[in-house]
Nanobody, 122 residues
Framework: QVQLVESGGGSVQAGGSLRLSCTASGRTFSNYAMGWFRQAPGKEREVVAGITMDGTRTFYADSVKGRFTISRDNAKNTVNLQMNSLKPEDTAVYFC???????????????WGQGTQVTVSS
């Protein structure tokens, strides 16, 4: 089992920044690829960004490329999502998740955090 806890959500005006963090406990963190997902009201959960086990490769949804940065610290069992130039359409509950392979497929992620709300006002 891997337990994931997100933090860092909140409310911000358009153009602002937030940094989300996810702390893992349980099994060896570096064995898992990590992803950030989001779900807006009435919409399906979608991938935002992902990172490989060793942190050398990342991927991003087109909607956040150039604005969001995912990173991880395997020594601290954390994965972060730096979000800059936020837009109202970024408003959602953000989840971190762990998978045994790097993938954009949310169904391949075995463990999920409880989510943290991000609200961007215009």
């Amino acid at each position: 089992q891997v337990q994931l806890v997100e933090s860092g959500g909140g409310s911000v005006q358009a153009g602002g920044s937030l940094r989300l963090s996810c702390t893992a406990s349980g099994r060896t963190f570096s064995n898992y690829a990590m992803g950030w997902f989001r779900q807006a009201p009435g919409k399906e959960r979608e991938v935002v960004a992902g990172i490989t086990m060793d942190g050398t490769r990342t991927f991003y949804a087109d909607s956040v490329k150039g604005r969001f940065t995912i990173s991880r610290d395997n020594a601290k069992n954390t994965v972060n999502l730096q979000m800059n130039s936020l837009k109202p359409e970024d408003t959602a509950v953000y989840f971190c998740a762990a998978a045994l392979i790097p993938t954009t497929n949310k169904n391949a992620y075995n463990y999920w955090g409880q989510g943290t709300q991000v609200t961007v006002s215009s």
